[in-house]
């Protein structure tokens, strides 16, 4: 299996395990909800329940953000040799390795590390539609891309 084959199945693996996360919570919280019962501390009982409802709400924020990483992944395809940094792209820099996917921070390959990053964070942005040979410059500090795969 090539790096960047391994590196995406650890993103999808990632987001998977996010994504069931998050369900679960999902998922006690509405059991929370149906087995609050109505106490003689009324005011206490509804505090309860509108603390699980903002619970759930921002769950289910959650699970949206997860959900669009989701999407993100499946439009990548990693059998594509790129010329240029896109979605996607295994890139291969004089200071550290990237995959430009979804922003997962740091994944390792045998004794390789390489960050996940959107093609929307800062690095990305600088990266994108770059070439072998050019030179980018981040906080300061400038990296020359060695090798786009």
């Given amino acids: 299996m090539s790096t960047k084959q391994d590196l995406y199945n650890q993103c999808v693996q990632l987001v998977d395990a996010r994504f069931k996360s998050i369900q679960r919570h999902i998922s006690d919280i509405q059991n929370s909800l149906l087995s609050e019962t109505k106490s003689s501390a009324g ?3 509804e505090t309860g329940r509108a603390m ?3 619970e759930r709400e921002k769950a289910g924020r959650q699970l949206a953000e997860i959900n669009k990483l989701r999407t993100a992944l499946s439009k990548i395809n990693i059998e594509k040799k790129p010329t240029l940094v896109g979605l996607g792209s295994l890139v291969y820099t004089s200071k550290a390795h990237y995959l430009i996917a979804v922003s ?3 994944l390792k390959v045998g004794d390789d590390s ?7 964070t800062p690095i990305g942005q600088l990266l994108m539609g770059k070439k072998v040979g050019d030179e980018v410059s ?5 990296c020359v891309i060695e090798q786009v795969l």
Avoid: E, V
């Avoid at 390489?114 to 929307?120: E, G, M, V």
């Fill in 43 to 45: 005011d206490k009982h």
């Fill in 52 to 54: 699980l409802q903002l």
């Fill in 104 to 106: 997962l921070g740091a």
């Fill in 114 to 120: 390489f960050y996940a990053i959107s093609p929307s």
């Fill in 138 to 142: 981040f906080n300061g500090n400038s």
